[in-house]
């Protein structure tokens, strides 16, 4: 990861890395997209993407942006707004909420791609976030995976770059 990874227009590595495993010109949902980078990263590749945060402002980024649709939605505090709707793959990161696991998992399509990565226990020694709440427990991407997804890749490691962090990141793939 470089410095410049949280701007419009990087997507992190491990997103890059395993886009492919999204099946082409399947739909994608970006969960906590902020301000969309990964959204602009799987449109500019010829997906439609659902871009989904709770922050207007944010999302106000992405207006114009061709292939981008919007959805201001609070995750956490109100409904699954993807109720009955599946996606060739879902993109999570930096964000942490444990409830939205199974909604997730329910909204993947068979043969689609589930690609995430956010902070682990251990990161609170480099800063935030630190709340128990908002840091996966070792393994837990596994354990959210295990019996239901095809494990593709799993990192569960510390980070420099763009700061120093404790990370879990995966891609799993729904049986088809």
Not at 51 to 56: C, E, G, I, L, W
Not at 128 to 136: A, I, M
Request: a negative charge; one cysteine or more; glycine letters at 10%.
């Amino acid at each position: 990861m470089s410095s410049d990874h949280h701007d419009f227009t990087t997507p992190s590595p491990w997103v890059e890395r395993w886009a492919d495993r999204v099946p082409e010109g399947g739909r994608v949902l970006d969960i906590a997209c902020g301000r969309g980078r990964h959204a602009r990263y799987f449109a500019a590749r010829g997906h439609e993407v659902e871009a989904v945060d709770r922050d207007p402002l944010k999302l106000a980024t992405l207006e114009g942006v061709s292939g981008v649709t919007t959805r201001c939605a609070d995750l956490e505090g109100g409904p699954w707004p993807f109720e009955g709707e599946r996606f060739a793959g879902i993109i999570v990161v930096n964000y942490l909420h444990r409830p939205l696991f199974l909604r997730i998992l329910e909204s993947l399509s068979p043969g689609g791609a589930l690609i995430y990565e956010t902070f682990e226990t251990g990161n609170e020694r480099y800063g935030r976030p630190s709340n128990p709440d908002f840091l996966l427990q070792p393994g837990e991407l596994l354990e959210v995976a295990r019996g239901r997804l095809r494990v593709v890749a799993y990192e569960d490691l510390f980070v420099s770059d763009p700061k120093p962090a404790m990370v879990q990141r995966i891609c799993a793939v729904s049986p088809t």
